[in-house]
């Protein structure tokens, strides 16, 4: 199960771009993300501070090549957390309700980003974006397996695309939800 810490740590606007652009690119210098994000060096290494310290990061001082850079990689590559793995504590819980909002919000601050870019886009990434949604009746079980199911087809598409070939790739973004609803 995912900590509380590593909600706290990873549900900020900032550390969440971070967290993105090192699970895209790998290992960087700190440097890099700032200039990659926008932000201030001092502001990146603090960051990178707090997700340290909740093991989301490391440092990659193997991959200095002089004393004065700092480089850091990802050390989990995936969080997966519900608000029920919480209910035992109510801080915990109230915060990782918090932390589901911000999901939340970034989910559709994304969705939300393209819809305003997307007629100054390529037509070809416009023809390839997708929305789906789907009703069935299901088990909670069921549902669970469904998300399993659909995180398995994600891994196994992201596996599965070639590194050395040429192609110049961009950052993609699919979030799905799936819960308990009535027609």
């Not at 895209?24 to 993300?33: A, F, I, N, R, S």
Request: contains cysteine; aromatic residues 8%; proline residues 4%.
């Amino acid at each position: 199960m995912t900590s509380i810490e590593t909600l706290r740590a990873v549900h900020h606007p900032t550390r969440r771009r971070m967290v993105d652009f090192l699970y895209l690119h790998g290992p960087c210098q700190v440097g890099t993300l700032a200039r990659e994000l926008g932000e201030q060096v001092g502001s990146i290494s603090h960051h990178l501070r707090m997700l340290e310290k909740a093991g989301v990061v490391a440092a990659a001082p193997e991959l200095a090549t002089d004393g004065r850079t700092s480089w850091w990689r990802l050390e989990q590559s995936s969080i997966s957390w519900s608000v029920e793995d919480f209910a035992d504590d109510a801080a915990d819980r109230t915060q990782a309700k918090a932390a589901e909002r911000l999901n939340i919000d970034h989910q559709l601050g994304k969705l939300a980003a393209w819809k305003r870019e997307a007629e100054r886009v390529d037509p070809a990434w416009r023809r390839a974006a997708f929305s789906s949604d789907f009703i069935g009746l299901a088990t909670p079980d069921e549902l669970v397996a469904l998300q399993e199911s659909l995180t398995a087809v994600v891994r196994a598409w992201q596996a599965a695309l070639p590194t050395d070939d040429g192609q110049v790739r961009e950052p993609v973004f699919v979030f799905a939800h799936g819960f308990r609803s009535q027609p």
